[in-house]
């Protein structure tokens, strides 16, 4: 990222000069900030939005490292941007919204099945753009797969034949697809993708308003954008399908080893959280609907 180191040596004097930090807290600030921007894919700081923050996060969490560790990156990223924005060096603060508290205990929200039918009632079908978006929400709903592995899909990783795609992440690996899913595929695919390509080499499976490959922080904001039609108040990200997609599949039955394979995660703690997430709704279930239990009876 152009000009992200000088501002990386001037922010490590000031944790010096003003807060009299000591050396290895400037370091771990440092290499924590280090590497976020080489995770973001922009020009410059001031591009930096909150779903970049929150998009990273999410990814240290799922490589299984500590809430403790996440804290302390999260730390770090609030010093730096605060700095950056004190000084009128950014317009906005991506990481002002974004709080260190709660890493150890919080589990990953997840979308009711009414949520995800209200989102994903919103897109417009008779437009490119959404018929775009619905197949996008599908696809990772439907998949699970990372919001990077949805925009690196390319259109050769879909097989709507055997309704199967192949996601080439972090670990390659071959997921089916639910018939609704095909199904606003098939339509994109045939009939908006072609008209939106910038041009007949492009490879990627969706493309922005340019025709260039779909680009996470792109992705990110017709999220938001949807949840605002839908009214639905939750803070809804793309990790958000991901997760809906894991909860539901295990409050369905589904076997966590297979999910731990769909989801491409190494270490099984990181699916084992999603059967904490369903024994919370279960709970939550059974206070709010039996008879017993409610105040006042």
């Known amino acids: 990222m152009v000009g992200s180191e000088t501002y990386i040596e001037k922010f490590k004097e000031h944790l010096i000069d003003r807060r009299q930090a000591s050396v290895n807290t400037v370091a771990s600030y440092a290499r924590d900030i280090a590497q976020f921007l080489r995770f973001c894919e922009k020009d410059g700081l001031a591009d930096i939005v909150e779903g970049d923050v929150r998009g990273y996060l999410s990814s240290l969490s799922e490589k299984g490292l500590k809430p403790a560790t996440t804290a302390r990156v999260t730390a770090s990223l609030k010093a730096f941007f605060g700095y950056l924005a004190g000084d009128s060096i950014i317009a906005s603060n991506p990481t002002e919204g974004i709080t260190t508290s709660g890493f150890s205990r919080e589990l990953p929200q997840v979308l009711t099945d009414k949520e995800i039918a209200l989102l994903f009632a919103k897109p417009n079908l008779y437009t490119?753009?959404?018929?775009?978006?619905?197949?996008?929400?599908?696809?990772?709903?439907?998949?699970?797969?990372?919001?990077?592995?949805?925009?690196?899909?390319?259109?050769?990783?879909?097989?709507?034949?055997?309704?199967l795609i192949t996601c080439r992440?972090?670990?390659?690996?071959?997921?089916?697809?639910?018939?609704?899913?095909v199904a606003v595929l098939s339509e994109y695919i045939a009939s908006a993708r072609p008209q939106m390509i910038a041009s007949e080499q492009e490879s990627a499976l969706f493309v922005n308003k340019d025709g260039e490959r779909m680009t996470r922080q792109g992705f990110w904001k017709l999220v938001k954008t949807y949840t605002e039609k839908a009214e639905i108040t939750k803070d809804i990200t793309p990790q958000t399908l991901r997760h809906s997609f894991a909860a539901h599949l295990l409050e369905n039955g589904a076997d966590i080893?297979?999910?731990?394979?769909?989801?491409?995660?190494?270490?099984i703690a990181s699916t084992q959280v999603y059967a904490k997430v369903v024994k919370r709704q279960l709970k939550d279930e059974y206070f709010r609907s039996h008879p017993r239990s409610r105040p006042n009876r």
């Not at 990372?146 to 309704?163: G, P």
């Not at 992440?169 to 899913?181: F, Q, V, W």
């Not at 080893?257 to 270490?267: D, I, R």
């Open 128 to 163: 490119l753009k959404g018929l775009r978006d619905k197949a996008m929400l599908e696809t990772l709903y439907a998949t699970g797969i990372r919001v990077s592995e949805l925009v690196a899909l390319d259109e050769s990783d879909v097989n709507l034949a055997m309704n």
């Open 169 to 181: 992440g972090s670990r390659e690996r071959t997921i089916p697809l639910y018939k609704d899913a």
């Open 257 to 267: 080893k297979v999910l731990q394979e769909m989801l491409g995660h190494t270490n």
